[in-house]
């Protein structure tokens, strides 16, 4: 089973989200808004699919990283998060929630070995 298909995002506390997202577009060139950006990609294998990869930053007092005290959090597309899953489980991984569904896609949050939230997403069909 392929696990990991590619990096859905990329997420990080700061003190000011605004100023934030404001030095990256004037320095970088990012074209971010309040919620960060989103880079569309096609499939090197099949460009017919479509994907795409975010970039955002939160506050510094934002509860979507518990029970991480790290400052970041990584995104991970995966290919079928059912199945991951219970392997996940049959591995004692720490799984911090159940899957979540919603339009774009199901999510669910697992902690690395030293406390590092992970969110793993399967898009639908983009």
């Given at each position: 089973m392929k696990k990991v298909t590619g990096l859905g995002g990329v997420f990080f506390?700061?003190?000011?989200p605004k100023a934030m997202?404001?030095?990256y577009v004037k320095n970088l060139?990012?074209?971010?808004?309040?919620?960060g950006t989103t880079f569309e990609w096609v499939d090197a294998d099949d460009?017919?699919?479509k994907g795409s990869t975010s970039w955002c930053t939160f506050p510094?007092?934002?509860k979507y990283f518990n029970p991480s005290e790290?400052?970041?959090?990584?995104?991970y597309r995966v290919e079928n998060l059912v199945a991951l899953l219970e392997e996940l489980k049959s591995e004692n991984v720490t799984i911090v929630d159940e899957i979540a569904e919603y339009d774009y896609g199901k999510f669910i949050?697992?902690?690395?070995?030293?406390?590092?939230?992970?969110?793993l997403?399967?898009?639908k069909d983009e």
């Open positions: 506390k700061c003190n000011d997202n404001d030095w060139g990012l074209p971010a808004s309040t919620y460009p017919s699919k510094q007092d934002t790290k400052p970041f959090m990584i995104n949050h697992v902690l690395d070995p030293e406390g590092n939230i992970i969110e997403w399967e898009p």
